[in-house]
């Protein structure tokens, strides 16, 4: 049976490129203001924008509720840039901030020396670590994404960091991953076919 797939559409987030990447794939995806009548099995999450921003959309329109419901009932979601940074207990991006909290952690501005700019952007190798609960990742070790992005995540159990990849010479978060939700710093929908292979094989793990 094919998976139910939803995309979250609060208001930041290239929702159109996910959803045509997911389709492109084999799946057909909906958005929340489409599936808000089914049961569907998975939650994307996407986002670009500032977390504070995304922190008070979600509020206001209650759509955290959504989530932390998805997550008690065990549903797979996928965050991406920053709807994975929003995963997170707290952002410091415009002033402090609330996230979701169902990953511990916080989401501040990557340190760098002054000559290293921001944002870091552009195709960069991924390293992903062995993880036998999660291991089709493999296959993608040491493959470029592209990333655009200023802040980081930085989390407090550094075992649910699977990926990372190099910003000058400090290591920055990649990937990160927790039973039924995996989060990716990158723009899968934008990484040209390696992408759409890696959304194709999260979808099936799913």
């Known amino acids: 049976m094919k998976k139910k797939i939803c995309i979250l559409d609060y208001g930041l987030g290239n929702i159109y490129s996910l959803k045509n990447s997911i389709e492109k794939v084999g799946f057909k995806a909906y958005y929340f203001s489409e599936a808000s009548d089914i049961n569907y099995d998975l939650l994307f999450l996407p986002g670009v924008g500032s977390f504070s921003k995304a922190a008070k959309l979600l509020k206001k329109n209650n759509l955290s509720q959504i989530i932390n419901n998805s997550n008690r009932?065990?549903?797979?979601?996928?965050?991406?840039?920053?709807?994975?940074?929003?995963?997170l207990k707290k952002g410091f991006e415009d002033g402090s901030n609330e996230g979701l909290n169902l990953i511990d952690?916080?989401?501040?501005?990557?340190?760098?020396?002054?000559?290293?700019?921001?944002?870091?952007?552009?195709?960069?190798?991924v390293f992903f670590k062995k993880n036998k609960d999660?291991?089709?990742?493999?296959?993608?070790?040491?493959?470029?994404?592209?990333f655009v992005?200023?802040?980081?995540?930085?989390?407090?159990?550094?075992?649910?960091?699977?990926?990372?990849?190099?910003?000058?010479?400090?290591?920055?978060?990649?990937?990160?991953?927790k039973s039924n939700i995996i989060g990716f710093q990158f723009h899968p929908e934008k990484s040209g076919e390696i992408g759409l292979e890696l959304l194709r094989e999260t979808?099936?793990?799913f």
Not at 135 to 144: E, G, R
Not at 163 to 171: A, L, V
């Open 149 to 177: 992005h200023s802040y980081e995540a930085n989390l407090k159990d550094k075992k649910m960091i699977i990926g990372y990849s190099d910003f000058y010479e400090k290591k920055i978060a990649s990937v990160i991953f």
């Open 203 to 205: 979808i099936k793990y």
């Open 105 to 125: 952690g916080t989401v501040e501005k990557i340190k760098a020396k002054k000559e290293y700019k921001l944002p870091n952007i552009g195709w960069k190798n």
């Open 73 to 87: 009932e065990k549903k797979g979601i996928i965050g991406i840039c920053l709807g994975m940074q929003i995963l």
């Open 134 to 146: 999660i291991n089709y990742l493999d296959k993608f070790d040491s493959q470029k994404f592209y």
